[in-house]
């Protein structure tokens, strides 16, 4: 499936540049899951992924929209480590180094229209930290 193959992609290159040390704030894996405990960086969908033209060939050009959030206590913590990822993303404009495991898309871009921004903040202290991502990609008609 198209959607979680894009998403899987996007979060192992990520978490491939962590395992080899290329990020200095980011020293645990990016998780696809929505949050469930202080610390960890999750990546999941975001509403108004949509197609964004299409050409007489059948191409379709996609836009896949991602929210990446963190949890902590620490407001330095989680604006370091999400900057940071903001950061490497738009390098991979440059790299076009994001590839489908089973071929049904090609990667053109990624924009991240914002920077990372406190949500929400419990009567703890917690705060949930958020950013959004936008991947473009290519595929054939048809390919979900």
């Known amino acids: 499936m198209l959607i ?3 998403q899987e992609a996007l ?4 978490n491939h540049r962590i395992d080899i040390g290329f990020l200095t704030y980011n020293k645990d894996h990016i ?3 929505y949050l469930d405990k202080d610390g960890v960086v999750g990546l999941v969908p975001s509403p108004g992924s949509h197609m964004v033209s299409m050409d007489m060939a059948g191409e379709e050009y996609w836009q896949y ?3 990446i959030t963190m949890r902590t206590k620490s ?3 989680a604006h370091n480590k999400l900057f940071e990822l903001s ?3 738009q390098l991979l404009n440059q790299t076009k180094d994001l590839n489908s495991k ?5 990667f053109d871009e990624i924009d991240v229209p914002n920077e990372p921004a406190e949500i929400q903040e419990d ?3 917690t705060v949930t930290y958020s950013m959004d991502v936008a991947v473009f990609i290519y595929k054939q008609k048809g390919v979900f």
Do not use: M, P
Not at 11 to 14: A, D, L, P, S
Not at 102 to 106: A, Q, R
């Open 31 to 33: 998780l696809i899951k």
């Open 11 to 14: 979060v192992n290159n990520i």
């Open 65 to 67: 929209n991602y929210s």
């Open 4 to 6: 979680n193959d894009l």
């Open 123 to 125: 009567i703890q202290g």
């Open 75 to 77: 407001r330095a913590e």
């Open 102 to 106: 089973n071929g049904s898309w090609t």
């Open 87 to 89: 950061q490497y993303l």
